[in-house]
C-alpha cells in the first residue's frame, strides 16, 4: 500500500513537472484563466473557457497517448472582447473571452489538450477523462475555496490530495464562493496561479454570494465576472443562464441551482422539474450554494428557507443527493423525506461541505429545523457527532457505484470519515404492454379509514413518467422516479356519493393514454367504465326520478379532495 502511494504521488510530480515546466512557452502571455468543464453529455463532450490577447487561437486536442498531438482535433472557439472594472477594485485586463466546445468525444477515455496561438506557441497541457458508459467513476466534492489572494493553495493541495487518494477522480464539483470577491482580479489571478492542480480534471461549479459581490460591500450583484471564467454548458433557465444547468456523468444526473438570485426561483424551480423529468438516471446528485440543510449556525434560518422552498421537489423525484456550500461547516443529514427522517427507500440526503479554504463557520445541534425538531435528529448517526464538524480545509471523496454513493470526507493529509448510500433505483426495469399495464390501474377503498387511492404497481417505472389525476379544482400528478411510487392518494371519501376519476398516464416515449375510474358508495347501480355495459328496461314515459337526480348531483369528480401521497407499505 504505501508503495503504491509512492507510485501515484511520483506520477503526479511528473505530470505536474512536464506540465508546468518542460512545457512553458510564449502562449503563457497570450493565454490566460484556462477551465475545463463537462459538457451536457459527459461521455461525448467537454467545454473549454479562457482569456486570450491576441486574436486568432485554437484548442488543439487528442487522447492521452498522442503525447506528440499527431492526430489532434483542431477547434475554434468563439471569442467576444470583455473588460470590467469595478468601483471598487482594479481593472480586469482587456481581451477575448474564447470558449470551444470539444464534440464526439470516445466515453471512458482520457485526453490532453493545449492552447495554440496564431504565432504557433502553445500552452500549458490539461486533461480530462470522458465519463463511462455506465460502472463506478470518482469526483471530488470542494466548495468554499475563498480565501486570501495567496492562499489558494490549500485547495489545490485538497485537489491533488483527491487525485492521490482515488487515482480514478474524473472531476471537481465545487457548490461557489471559488473567490472572495468577484469583482477582484487578484482573487482570481491568485486562484489560477495557484490551483494548478485543475489542469489534471474538469471543474462543474456555480456561484456562491462572493461571486456576486463586485464590489468591496457584500452585496449581491450579479454573477457576469463569474460567467467570465466559466463554459458550463448552456441548458438552463434564462436568468441564470451559465450558472444553472445540467449534465449527465455516467449513470448520473447532476443539476447545478444558482440559488444566490432569488428572485427567478419559480422559474428555476419549473426548470429543474423539467430537467428531471427527461433525463432520469439511476443516481440524482444537485448543487447549489446556500442549500437546504444547515449546520445550525448564523446560516441556520438561511437553511431552513431553502430547505422549505426546495425539499418538495427532491421528494417529488427522490433525489439522491444534495451538495451545498456557504456555512463553512461539515453537516451531513439522514434521509428525509416530506421533513421527517425517511423510511428505507425515500428520501434525499444533504450535505453541507467543510470548506475548502480557511473559512470555518458556528454549528449548533440545537438548532430547530423541521417539524419544531432539532437538526440533531436529522444528522447521518452518532459517529459523526464525535467529529469536530466546525472545520474546514477538507474536502469529500464521493465514489457513484452500482449498488451505493461512498463519501469520505478527507484533508490534506488523510480520510478522517466514511459512510454510504444506497442506491434507491433498480439497474433495470422490464417492459410492459400499455393496455396491460392500463387495465391493472384501479382504485381501492379502506372502508375502515374512509378515504380511497389509486394503485398502478412498481411496473410504472422505466415506463411510465407521470400519473396524473385530471379532474377537480387541483390537477395532482406522481412522477415516477422510483419503484416505490405505486399508489395515490384521493384522501377522504364519503359514502352515499358517486366517484368519477380520471386518470391520465404519460409513458416514457411521451404518448399519453387516459382511463375513467368510478367509485361508488351511493348504493346504486350506475354505469362503470371497467363494466359490460347491462341493458335497463325504459319503461315509455319515465321520468328521472329524485333520488337519481340527487345521485347525479354528488358526481363531481373530486371538488375539495385534498390528495396526498402515500408510500407503499
Known amino acids: 500500500m504505501i508503495l503504491k502511494k509512492f507510485f501515484i504521488v511520483i506520477s503526479l510530480v511528473l505530470i505536474s513537472l512536464f506540465t508546468f515546466n518542460t512545457n512553458v512557452s510564449a502562449a503563457t502571455d497570450k493565454v490566460a484563466y484556462v477551465t475545463t468543464s463537462i459538457g451536457e453529455d459527459g461521455q461525448r463532450q467537454m467545454l473549454v473557457n479562457y482569456h486570450a490577447y491576441e486574436e486568432g ?4 486536442y487528442t487522447v492521452l497517448s498522442d503525447t ?56 500549458n497541457e490539461y486533461f480530462f477523462k470522458t465519463a463511462p458508459e455506465r460502472g463506478t467513476f470518482t469526483f471530488a466534492f470542494l466548495t468554499d475555496s475563498q480565501a486570501g489572494a495567496t ?3 490549500i485547495f489545490n493541495t485538497l485537489v491533488g490530495k483527491a487525485k492521490e487518494l482515488r487515482p480514478d477522480t474524473a472531476f471537481v464539483f465545487h457548490t461557489g464562493d471559488v473567490t472572495d470577491r468577484g469583482g477582484q482580479p487578484e482573487q482570481w489571478n491568485g486562484f489560477y496561479n495557484q490551483a494548478t492542480n485543475l489542469s489534471l480534471m474538469p471543474i462543474a461549479s456555480t456561484p456562491g454570494n462572493h461571486e456576486y459581490y463586485l464590489t468591496d ?56 422539474v423539467d430537467v428531471v423529468s427527461n433525463n432520469m438516471r439511476r443516481v440524482i446528485i444537485v448543487g447549489m450554494h446556500i442549500g437546504p440543510f444547515t449546520g445550525g449556525g448564523s446560516y441556520g434560518s438561511s437553511g431552513r428557507s431553502v430547505f422549505n422552498t426546495w425539499a418538495p421537489i427532491f421528494d417529488k423525484f427522490n433525489v439522491d443527493l444534495v451538495l451545498s456550500g456557504h456555512e463553512h461547516n461539515f453537516a451531513p443529514s439522514k434521509a428525509i423525506y416530506q421533513g421527517e427522517v425517511a423510511e428505507k427507500g ?24 423541521s417539524n419544531n425538531k432539532p437538526l440533531s435528529e436529522f444528522f447521518l448517526n452518532d459517529e459523526v457527532g464525535t467529529l469536530n464538524l466546525n472545520f474546514s480545509r477538507a474536502g469529500i471523496l464521493i465514489r457513484v457505484g452500482a449498488n451505493d454513493t461512498k463519501l469520505e470526507v478527507f484533508n490534506a493529509e488523510k480520510i478522517l470519515y466514511d459512510y454510504s448510500i444506497p442506491t434507491r433505483r ?75 376519476i380520471q386518470v391520465e398516464v404519460t409513458f416514457t416515449d411521451d404518448t ?15 354505469e362503470d367504465p371497467e363494466k359490460p355495459e347491462k341493458p335497463k328496461p325504459q319503461p315509455a314515459g319515465c321520468q328521472m326520478g329524485s333520488g337519481v337526480a340527487s345521485i347525479i348531483g354528488l358526481v363531481t369528480g373530486l371538488a375539495g379532495v385534498v390528495f396526498v401521497l402515500k408510500r407503499k407499505r
Open 57 to 60: 487561437t485554437v484548442v488543439e
Open 68 to 123: 506528440s498531438y499527431a492526430n489532434k482535433v483542431t477547434v475554434t472557439p468563439t471569442s467576444y472582447s470583455w473588460s470590467y472594472k469595478s468601483p471598487s477594485y482594479s481593472a480586469f485586463r482587456d481581451g477575448l473571452v474564447c470558449k470551444a466546445t470539444l464534440d464526439d468525444l470516445t466515453p471512458d477515455t482520457e485526453y490532453r489538450y493545449r492552447i495554440r496561438t496564431a504565432s504557433g506557441a502553445t500552452s
Open 151 to 153: 492562499q489558494y493553495n
Open 217 to 272: 460591500e457584500a452585496v449581491n450583484i450579479s454573477a457576469e465576472v463569474y460567467n467570465q471564467f466559466f463554459n458550463n454548458p448552456q441548458n438552463g433557465p434564462e436568468s441564470t443562464l451559465n450558472s444553472s444547468y445540467y449534465f449527465t456523468y455516467g449513470n448520473a444526473l447532476f443539476v447545478m441551482l444558482d440559488t444566490v438570485k432569488t428572485s427567478n426561483v419559480n422559474d428555476l424551480k419549473d426548470w429543474f
Open 346 to 369: 425515500y428520501g434525499t440526503n444533504y450535505i453541507v461541505g467543510p470548506a475548502s479554504g480557511t473559512k470555518t463557520g458556528g454549528f449548533n445541534r440545537d438548532f430547530i429545523f
Open 426 to 500: 433498480p439497474k433495470s426495469f422490464f417492459e410492459i404492454e400499455k393496455d396491460n399495464f392500463m387495465k391493472k390501474i384501479k382504485v381501492e377503498h379502506d372502508e375502515e379509514e374512509g378515504t380511497a387511492k389509486i394503485v398502478w404497481g412498481e411496473d410504472a417505472y422505466g415506463n411510465v413518467k407521470t400519473v396524473k389525476i385530471t379532474n377537480g379544482p387541483a390537477v395532482t400528478e406522481t412522477f415516477i422516479s422510483t419503484p416505490l411510487f405505486v399508489e395515490r392518494s384521493i384522501g377522504k371519501v364519503y359514502d352515499g356519493n358517486v366517484y368519477r
Open 512 to 526: 399519453v393514454e387516459e382511463k375513467e375510474l368510478v367509485l361508488n358508495l351511493s348504493g346504486e347501480d350506475i
